[in-house]
């Protein structure tokens, strides 16, 4: 399994290239859209000819027109002949309702948007050119149709994959939206993996919220549920996900707690 980081902007460049040098891991997941500018070369230089893979973040695909998708696909591709991502990754979820930016990713209705959402991914799929794996949410609460029912069903009508995301799943699953276990008989089909950490956003209330937050270590519940999916499937990638707070010895300690051994670069 290769082992890596998530690359999201200048700030965290010094860190990771830490982390390259002294074989802590050895891919970089790139959040490709803060990078599209850059040029590919200086990003090859910073590498070292560490693998990378591709995420993205700010594509909306489901609500943007479709030019604007068409010169984004363009400038990721021309980036990906370059750098030869391991895989490329998207989010399923709407972040624009009614013309405003919402101020939080919103989840689909699993309940009646395969179809819509089908063609919509089918669609930028192919002005990528490439299978994309989507990360699953991380759900706030449940719905009739089950997230890990939803996406068999998507993957089955366009092709597409799982980016598995232990720590959404887990978060999931403590919110009462969905039992961990509904992802198992699926994370078969997902050879890329994500883990990071998660926050109490509503102690005060009476029905407690977790969500994503990516600042804090990866929980022990998150490394239970990671090492309990992880015995029966074979794993390509996991990319430890630090977007804030972020040290070197931070990723470290995540990176042993999950049993990656710095010499040999296995787990």
């Not at 965290?12 to 970089?28: C, E, G």
């Not at 929980?219 to 029966?232: K, P």
């Amino acid at each position: 399994m290769k082992h890596g980081v998530n690359l999201t902007g200048p700030s965290n460049v010094r860190t990771i290239q830490r982390l390259i040098r002294t074989k802590s891991i050895n891919f970089v997941e790139i959040l490709i859209d803060n990078f599209l500018h850059i040029d590919a070369g200086k990003i090859e230089d910073f590498l070292e000819g560490t693998p990378c893979a591709f995420h993205i973040m700010q594509s909306h695909f489901l609500t943007r027109n479709k030019a604007d998708l068409k010169q984004l696909a363009a400038q990721i591709c021309l980036m990906g002949n370059r750098l030869k991502p391991l895989y490329y990754s998207d989010h399923l979820a709407y972040f624009w309702l009614k013309g405003r930016k919402s101020s939080m990713s919103v989840e689909v209705n699993y309940d009646h948007d395969l179809q819509k959402i089908g063609k919509a991914l089918a669609w930028w799929q192919d002005r990528l050119g490439s299978k994309i794996y989507l990360e699953n949410f991380p759900s706030y609460q449940a719905q009739k149709e089950s997230q890990a029912n939803f996406y068999q069903n998507l993957f089955e009508l366009t092709g597409s994959g799982l980016l598995f995301d232990v720590s959404n799943a887990t978060i999931a699953e403590l919110n009462g939206a969905l039992p961990f276990s509904a992802w198992l008989p699926i994370v078969s089909q997902a050879p890329h993996w994500h883990i990071g950490g998660y926050v109490l956003s509503s102690p005060a209330k009476a029905k407690p919220l977790y969500v994503d937050s990516h600042d804090q270590p990866v929980s022990d519940a998150a490394i239970v549920n990671f090492s309990r999916a992880r015995s029966t499937n074979k794993v390509a990638t996991l990319s430890v996900e630090w977007d804030n707070n972020i040290s070197f010895k931070n990723w470290e300690r995540d990176l042993v707690r999950l049993g990656f051994n710095q010499e040999t670069n296995v787990v």
